[in-house]
Antibody
Framework: QVQLQESGPGLVKPSQTLSLTCTVS??????????WTWIRQHAGKGLEWIAY???????YYNPSFKSRGTISVDTSKNQFFLNLTSVTAADSAVYYC???????????WGQGTLVTVSS | EIVLTQSPATLSLSPGERATLSCRAS??????LAWYQQKPGQAPRLLIY???NRATGIPARFSGSGSGTDFTLTISSLEPEDFAVYYCHQRANWNTFGQGTRLEIK
């Protein structure tokens, strides 16, 4: 069973770039089954899809993040990544990595990592 | 962007009662509607996909219905572990989520 684990800095300064890693275990990131996904959740609020990527590199973004976000994949490390540039306090949230399939939805989730943007 | 509106915001019920949660889309999403359960400090868990299909391992007391713009998640008889926040999600046009319904113990 695929498992996901997010990692990254808990604290990022305003205007800097947020970089997150999701490590995939229990399966290959080259599986043609999944789109590898980032979703975030502001404290006490709802969920916001950021982007997903196929192992081949084909990526899809929420239009709200297309100018600042970059999702990428490293098949040799079984990891995928999110970079979010020019962060502000509004980017403070729990960031989840997840899997998306065309057959179901977001069906496997990491535990989430809290990111705070503050000087 | 398709906006999903969930109602009620909070639902107060007792164990054993039936829960009915609603999700309305601002335009048709066909049957591309999913439901998730989230407990405090945990990631969301997929319950229902494509409006009415239970995800793997989800108990039969959870059921989903609807199509187009109006959807319902029903929990037939509440168990103590069902008290949580529930989100709907559409994947017909990119991906958006509702704001959530908090199901609390009365």
């Amino acid at each position: 069973q695929v498992q996901l684990q997010e990692s990254g800095p808990g604290l990022v300064k305003p205007s800097q770039t947020l970089s997150l890693t999701c490590t995939v275990s229990g399966g290959s990131i080259k599986s043609g089954t999944y789109y590898w996904t980032w979703i975030r959740q502001h404290a006490g609020k709802g969920l916001e899809w950021i982007a997903y990527i196929f192992y081949s590199g084909s990526s899809y973004y929420n239009p709200s993040f297309k100018s600042r976000g970059t999702i990428s994949v490293d098949t040799s490390k079984n990891q995928f990544f999110l970079n979010l540039t020019s962060v502000t306090a509004a980017d403070s949230a729990v960031y989840y990595c997840a899997t998306y399939t065309r057959e179901t939805a977001f069906d496997i989730w990491g535990q989430g990592t809290l990111v705070t943007v503050s000087s | 962007e398709i906006v999903l509106t969930q109602s009620p915001a909070t639902l107060s019920l007792s164990p054993g009662e039936r829960a009915t949660l609603s999700c309305r889309a601002s335009q048709s999403v066909s049957s591309y509607l999913a439901w998730y359960q989230q407990k405090p400090g945990q990631a969301p868990r997929l319950l229902i996909y494509d409006a009415s299909n239970r995800a793997t391992g989800i108990p039969a007391r959870f059921s989903g219905s609807g199509s187009g713009t109006d959807f319902t998640l029903t929990i037939s008889s509440l168990e103590p572990e069902d008290f949580a926040v529930y989100y709907c999600h559409q994947r017909a046009n990119w991906n958006t989520f509702g704001q959530g319904t908090r199901l609390e113990i009365k």
